[in-house]
């Protein structure tokens, strides 16, 4: 029979479950202990909130699953939601924009057309959001935090490239291009052509020698930028404020030992960013990013608050952990019935009841098969003075119990 699941979506199994549950109870426990309060959003949001905000352009509208949402004879159009992050921006206008300082988190799928439907379109994220605070000190937070979340999750060999979506752009702005260039080569870096960029030219040398320098050097601390900064003293105020804000960031982090690579062209998808953009990167694919979006919730007619914040991708680190098998035989207990009369079926939920409460996993068994990686496994059979067997799996070794109580003190001292 031909496959019922629809193209590019995916079923999660109980092997994938434990990871994905696994990347959650992480997340969730330290997004907790830096003092954010989770959230969720509805699976559909207004079309206009991303297109307002720039984050679908005209060529990117294919790429979203968007239908009408009938309102009698009038209606707007809505999509399932393409991105974390806006969702929670809205949130937060909606709901919190009365608090100067917000810490958010969220567990959500998100939801992306890809042609073929070899590839999911249907995508997991971790992610945080920090509204509020200082200028360059949430950045750092964010960036900690996410790198905390994937040392406990015990991926190893991550790199984590940095760039800044304000540099790029006063980038564009030295090169004096008309307001459709511009919006065309913005279009290009964003779909990842940088070359682009290099082949533009200026009418000022020192700028192309600027970009030049900017694009081709992979820097590993905050020294490069410095030195950037002293090279070109007669660049653009924004391009100085953006290079300044970019130092005080890497230099905590040097100071912090939290290594990097400065890559200006690393930056993908820049379109609400306005400052530091970073993302993660293990087994040659992306694990995680995020950045700065100081302009997203005014877009929203929201205050004007600086944000950022940053997703970690749940399908990508899935594969690189290994599975962690469900532990039966410590602390599993199988009831079973002998018979499969009424009487006894009702005992073994009595039993299997009892347990719980008292905190022992319990499974039912009335198909009569072979026991095994159990620790304990108790047979009722309801015949008097002992109505119930247990075996102990671990030892080898059998007794008759009479009671519930008498079932739970060697099922707790075993």
């Known amino acids: 029979m031909k496959s019922q699941k629809c193209k590019g979506m995916q079923d999660l199994l109980p092997e994938d479950m434990l990871r994905f549950r696994r990347i959650e109870d992480v997340f969730r426990t330290c997004c907790l202990s830096w003092s954010y309060r989770e959230v969720r959003t509805p699976t559909l949001e207004y079309l206009h909130l991303f297109t307002a905000t720039g984050t679908l352009t005209p060529s990117m509208l294919s790429k979203v699953y968007s239908f009408l949402d009938w309102d009698g004879w009038s209606g ?30 969220y567990v959500t799928n998100i939801f992306a057309f890809e042609g073929t439907g070899k ?44 760039s800044h979506a304000g540099l790029v752009k006063a980038l564009l702005k030295e090169l004096k291009l008309s307001p459709g260039e511009e919006a065309k080569m913005t279009n290009r870096i964003l779909e990842g052509n940088w070359q682009a960029l290099t082949r533009a030219k200026s009418a000022n040398p020192e700028i192309d020698r600027l970009i030049a320098a900017l694009l081709d050097f992979k820097g590993k601390s905050s020294s490069f930028l410095h030195n950037i900064k002293a090279s070109f003293p007669k660049a653009s105020q924004g391009f100085k404020s953006s290079l300044e804000d970019l130092i005080n960031v890497t230099t905590v982090l040097d100071n912090l030992g939290c290594s990097y690579k400065i890559d200006i062209a690393a930056i993908h998808g820049f379109e609400y960013y306005t400052g530091v953009c970073f993302q993660f990167l293990a087994a040659g694919e992306s694990i995680g990013g995020g950045g700065r979006y100081d302009n997203l919730v005014p877009l929203m007619n929201g205050e004007d608050i600086p944000a950022c914040g940053f997703a970690l991708y749940v399908d990508p680190i899935m594969k690189l952990l290994p599975l962690e098998k469900e532990k039966k035989g410590e602390s599993e207990i199988l009831v079973k019935g002998k018979e499969l009369t009424p009487e006894i079926v009702e005992a073994c939920f009595t039993v299997a009841e009892s347990l719980r409460d008292a905190g022992h996993p319990a499974e039912l068994d009335f198909t009569g098969r072979e026991e095994s990686n159990y620790k304990w496994v108790i047979l009722v059979s309801g015949k008097e003075p002992s109505p119930f067997m247990l075996t102990d799996c671990i030892q080898g070794r059998q007794r008759d119990a009479a009671s519930m109580a008498e079932i739970l003190k060697v099922v707790g001292e075993g």
Do not use: H
């Open 76 to 105: 707007e159009r809505v999509v399932l939601r393409p991105d974390g992050t806006i969702p929670v921006a809205r949130l937060y206008t909606d709901n919190l924009s009365g608090q100067e300082l917000a810490r958010l988190f």
């Open 119 to 162: 590839e999911n379109r249907e995508r997991w994220q971790c992610g945080a959001e920090f509204f509020g605070g200082a200028k360059f000190a949430p950045d750092v937070e964010i960036i900690l935090l996410a790198e905390e979340v994937i040392r406990r999750l015990g991926i190893s060999n991550v790199g984590l490239q940095l």
